[in-house]
């Protein structure tokens, strides 16, 4: 339903008289668990807004409602051609991508601490017992959200806010894993219908001169449709591996990276100018030219808080075939063991030559640009003899392009989303592959956790070790830039998990990154994957560089109307905004 004036007047204003008219809280009328927008707007208030958007403020309830006959307090009748559909996508990646209220890991869905909930069941969609006798809560689904199409829709929203109160949030693929793009209460600016691409050989920032082979993308340009666009055009993106995520948001602002990055870059190394409607109501170019500080801040500030960036522009190279080698073994602790040792052993030779990808303890997807074919065979062959000796497969091949690669390798192997997942990260210095007791300190962190805590490493060979970084260009901690590995993994609970289950899985991501901790004390985790509660966390996201981002974000938003969790100016967890964290343990 759009709130166009009709729309407002006939059937919004009756629901908005219910839960909008008293200062912040909860609505009686619609029942203790239903939690209203945050502020004091007043009804004219919001309509008038709506009006000016001009049908793009739209109500939100959670994904899963339709399958519910009881929702936020009030008896519904259950859509059971709607809920065949959600329950249809749930565990699929595009269909959670094109709805603004729906997330990849749906805890941002939920209200964690109170488990004010409105899931299904994950693993069988079709569970009735998610269902019946249950009231479907809002959770951290914003009630509202805008359908952002262009710079005055923010610049409304800002004012908006501003005048009453009312907080926001700011969503595109809804790939955030932390929950920063949920705001419970909030008005929701939703970017992902900002799809726009095009591609320059010889694209200028605005003040500048000198001329880059670009592509310039809005904010809900996902990796899917621009891969295609970048085979089409002959051209390479170097971006991330989930075909859902938006470049332009959260994986272009906080340190996202790539396969092909220990070569070419972070994402934040290749973006050239960002186009950005700043808290104080103004649309900005932020390059090297002009608002140097914010293009600074944007280079790896993060996400959510600097402002809201509607279209950014990235470098690009040339069309090119890569080397791909995809070789694993049966997992067993012994395998296990002996494989973790191999690529620990030839990890820092393999950064030399160029190779990213992605290992577990029984298995690598690597590819490399810059080896030919038969050094690429030559280079892993430790790895392909002890798995072709160990009943594992090998293959090492050369494809045309990355969107081959993609294709094959990727899309074929889509991540199954829809249950809460919850990530803990820790970049690992390139000197501990030095030598003997790094190596032995790298082999103890990964196999502990495959044998004490059943988690399979997922090893992320996505630093820039070979990049010819300019040092102080980019706001992201430095440990990127000396480290050759991302050691993650993640938890999962069910959606009938109790708050003493969650904040458990929780308390066990926080101690399995602690081993990674331990060995790696100077070094960092990138913002977008590192614990929810991540101990020190300014240092290990930002560095040295958090008190000059923090000064820029005082400067472009001195009302603080943008905070998130754990985000650069963060008011800290007692803020009532994140009243639907676990409170933090540490």
Known sequence: ??????????????????????????????????????????????????????????????????????????QVRRNESACREVQQGYT?????????????????????????????DSLNPDNSAAWVGKDCKQGSVSPYFIEVTGPEDVQKAFDFAKKTGTYLSIKASGHDYKGRSSLPGSLSLWTANLKSMSYSKTFTPEGGNKT???????????????????????????????????????????????????????????????????????????NEFQNQDLYWALRGGGGGTFGVVLESTMSVEPAMSIRVASISVPLNPENAHKFLSLIINETYKWGEEGWGGHMTGNSIINVNPLLTLEEAQKSVKPITD?????????????????????????????????????????????????????????????YTMLTKYGINPYIVVGPPFRYNYTEGTTSVTSAWRNSLWQIGFNRKWNWNSTVGDIERTYRTVTEVTQLARNITPNSGAYFNEGDTYEPNHEVAFWGDNYPRLLKIKKKYDPDRLLDCWQCVGWNGPADKRFSCYIPPYN
């Open 212 to 286: 880059h082979a670009a592509v310039t993308l809005g904010a809900g340009a996902n990796f899917e449709e621009i891969y295609k666009f970048a085979d089409e055009n002959k051209f390479t993106f170097i971006g991330g591996y989930a075909q859902t995520i938006s470049a332009t948001g959260g994986w272009g602002q906080g340190g996202g990276h790539s396969v092909l990055s220990p070569v070419y870059g972070l994402g934040v190394d290749r973006v050239l100018e960002f186009k950005v409607v700043t808290p104080d109501g103004k649309y900005r170019t932020a």
């Open 386 to 446: 002890f798995a072709l000796a160990n009943n594992g497969t090998s293959v090492v091949e050369e494809l045309p392009s990355w969107q081959a690669f993609f294709t094959k390798y990727v899309l074929s192997a889509q991540a199954v989303v829809g249950q809460p997942t919850i990530l803990g990260s820790r970049l690992i210095p390139a000197a501990l592959f030095t030598n003997d007791i790094g190596k032995d300190q790298v082999h103890n962190v990964t």
């Open 1 to 74: 339903m759009n709130l166009t004036s009709w729309d407002f007047s006939t059937h919004y204003q009756a629901f908005l008289m219910k839960t909008v008219p008293t200062l912040l809280g909860f609505s009686a009328a619609l029942g203790s668990s239903f939690q209203t927008v945050y502020g004091v707007a007043t009804q004219e208030q919001w309509k008038h807004l709506g009006e000016s958007l001009q049908g793009r403020l739209h109500p939100a309830t959670p994904i899963s409602a339709p399958c519910f006959s009881v929702v936020n307090g009030q």
């Open 92 to 120: 699929n990646p595009d269909f959670r991508f094109p709805r603004a209220n729906a997330w990849m890991f749906p805890q941002s869905e939920t209200c964690q601490r109170t488990l004010e909930t409105c899931l299904l």
